[in-house]
């Protein structure tokens, strides 16, 4: 495993931190076997966002934004969290105040232990009725698009598209979380996407110290603090295990 160097300054905000945030993108499911969005592998390398992450798109042509949702849906069913995810978990542990922020839709969070997570894209296991709002977590369907189970009209993707708001709760205590950090991660994230992406920008305004995990330099890389180049399910664990040599706590 690649050792990571640790700064004096960061180790201090580590031993001090006591409003603690973390941000987190595609880049940290991808050792799970998830495709990121933008890169050589990405998504939206053979795929054109606007034909399906629009609400455009899912009017124009439903069944081909479902069929593109059910195959990512059997990715993700398919793949499990990797260390990356399971270091969070603990870090919310390691710190009273602890708020993560993912932007993805894979519960890979959630299924690694961490309790409260703000999904700002929502969740690509559930299904929302585009006439009545209703949700639920059906996998099969007798055809596409589905339909609601109670008013008949179109099921989609319970996921957060170009153009449309975020849900305001997540939103809302993402922005409180990064204003009020004194340590903010952001990982695996290309920092492309707003709202989201202005999150480690606010911290970093309001006095965080800021700190990048990911493969690439990204669209933030230049005002973080501290800047780990490598795979977050690698680095993650290092700084997990830094965290608790610091605060005395037994492996
Ligand atoms: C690793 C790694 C490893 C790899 N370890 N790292 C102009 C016109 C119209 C709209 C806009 C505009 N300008 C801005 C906007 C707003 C727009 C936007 O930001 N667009 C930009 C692209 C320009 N945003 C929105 O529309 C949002 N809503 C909004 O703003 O509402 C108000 C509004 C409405 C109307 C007009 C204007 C404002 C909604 C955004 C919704 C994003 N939706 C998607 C898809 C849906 C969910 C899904 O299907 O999963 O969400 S797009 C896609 O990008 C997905 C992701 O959550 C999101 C962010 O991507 P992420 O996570 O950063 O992934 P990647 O692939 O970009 O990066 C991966 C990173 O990981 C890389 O850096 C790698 O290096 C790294 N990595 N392996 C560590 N092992
Ligand atoms: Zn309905």
Redesign the pocket.
Known sequence: MTQIEFSEQFIDILKSAKKVAAL?????S??SGVP????KD???KNHD?MTL?TYEAFTRDPVLVWEW?LH?RNIVHKSKPNP?HYALAEMAKLYDDFTLIT???DRFHMDAGSELIYE???N?HRNRCIECGFTDYTETFPELPPKCPECEGKFR?D????????PHDAIDNSMRAANNADLFFS???????????SLPIIAKQNGAFVVE????P?GISHMCDVKYQ????E?LPHIIEKIKELKGIDK
């Open positions: 987190t993108g595609a880049g940290i991808a050792e990121t969005f933008r890169g990405g998504w939206w966002p992450a949702y990512r990356g932007q993805n839709v700002l894209h929502g690509i993707p996921v957060v598209w170009f153009g449309e708001m975020l990982v695996g994230t290309s920092a492309a996407v707003q709202p989201a992406a995990v990911n493969l690439e990204s490598g795979k977050s399910g680095i």
